[in-house]
Nanobody
Framework: QVQLVESGGGLVQAGDSLRVSCAASGRTSVGWFRQAPGKEREFVAG????????YYGESVKGRFTISRDNAKNTVYLQMNSLKPEDTAAYYC?????????????????WGQGTQVTVSS
């Protein structure tokens, strides 16, 4: 059984940085998704178990960085140059896959989410 616990969300201003974390048990690929009220869940970033392969959604490329520390069983999402449109609940998800997928349907395990709010 894979357990996922997100932390690090909060309220920041536009242009600020924030790092959210996901405590992830299991030898899995991990993805970050986000969902704003009334919108579909959106792929943000994904990382393979080895950390060698990383993928990003178009809206966050160049601003967000995903990384992991397997010794700490933790995956990080560093978010820079935050915009009000980044406001959403952020979820980490895990799958026993070599390559992280970009669709929510490719993940079997989900965390409870952490709220990120960016004020203008």
């Amino acid at each position: 059984q894979v357990q996922l616990v997100e932390s690090g969300g909060g309220l920041v201003q536009a242009g600020d940085s924030l790092r959210v974390s996901c405590a992830a048990s299991g030898r899995t690929s991990v993805g970050w998704f986000r969902q704003a009220p009334g919108k579909e869940r959106e792929f943000v970033a994904g990382i393979s178990w080895s950390g060698v392969s990383t993928y990003y959604g178009e809206s966050v490329k160049g601003r967000f960085t995903i990384s992991r520390d397997n010794a700490k069983n933790t995956v990080y999402l560093q978010m820079n140059s935050l915009k009000p449109e980044d406001t959403a609940a952020y979820y980490c998800a895990a799958a026993f896959a070599v390559v992280p997928g970009t669709s929510p349907h490719e993940y079997d395990y989900w965390g409870q989410g952490t709220q990120v709010t960016v004020s203008s």
